[in-house]
């Protein structure tokens, strides 16, 4: 079962705060999250496991809530390299293979 | 690290040829993993090796397709009868277990005509 990502796409000017989230229909065991810039390979972000922890690394950050089934990625203060296409995988449980969202399109504009 | 290493970048392929993607893991990493990224259907997980064994090939969408990792630093996926509908981006990725995040190549640009 496909995550499904909010927004599809968001527009931001420099040092402006986006949050994007991923949910599912079913309980999650594990959410990971990648960003991938256009014509490149997707680069790890975050994971998150069962638990209901909060990552996060300068100002990018994200929660998971395992009631809600549904995870989020902050970006705070946005900055013109954070554009690109983010991405959330998840795992119903520890041998199960990942399922990726469609994707979040983000853009900085200075 | 010289990263995870995919060859060829780019292959053009005619209907109906046998197609070898290979990719060479990050040194020491036991996960490796094989993606299939399309406008369509976006990001797929194909396969996942732990230790060299497969462990769940679910995702992968035909018995045309294929994947063996013979050893901890090499693994290939073939596509044999290849077909117009398999042009994409495949990339390949390792990690250190499959709960920890993982390297991607740079991708093999596929082009079934």
């Known amino acids: 079962q496909q995550p499904v990502q909010s927004p599809q796409a968001v527009i931001l000017r420099e040092g402006e705060d986006a949050v994007i989230n991923c949910s599912s229909s079913?309980?999650?065991?594990?959410v990971h999250w990648y960003r991938q810039k256009h014509g490149e390979a997707p680069v790890f972000l975050m994971i998150?496991?069962?638990?209901?922890e909060q990552k996060g690394h300068d100002k990018i950050s994200a929660s998971f809530n395992e009631k809600k089934q549904q995870s989020s990625l902050y970006l705070t203060a946005s900055q013109l390299s954070y554009s690109g296409t983010y991405f959330c995988g998840t795992a119903l449980n520890a041998g199960n293979m990942l399922t990726f969202g469609g994707g979040t399109r983000l853009m900085v504009k200075p | 690290d010289a990263g995870v290493i995919q060859s060829p970048r780019h292959e053009v392929t005619e209907m109906g040829q046998e197609v070898t993607l290979r990719c060479k893991p990050i040194?020491?990493?036991?996960?490796l993993f094989w993606y299939r990224q399309t406008m369509m259907r976006g990001l797929e997980l194909l396969i996942y090796f732990n230790n060299n064994v497969p462990i769940d090939d679910s995702g992968m969408p035909e018995d045309r397709f294929s994947a063996k990792m013979p050893n901890a630093s090499f693994s290939t996926l073939k596509i044999q009868p290849s077909e117009p509908r398999d042009s994409a981006v495949y990339f390949c990725?390792?990690?250190?277990?499959?709960?920890?995040?993982?390297?991607f190549g740079q991708g093999t640009r596929l082009t079934v005509v």
């Open positions: 079913k309980a999650l065991y594990s």
């Open positions: 990725a390792s990690s250190h277990g499959r709960d920890r995040g993982a390297f």
């Open positions: 998150l496991l069962k638990g209901g």
């Open positions: 040194s020491g990493h036991n996960s």
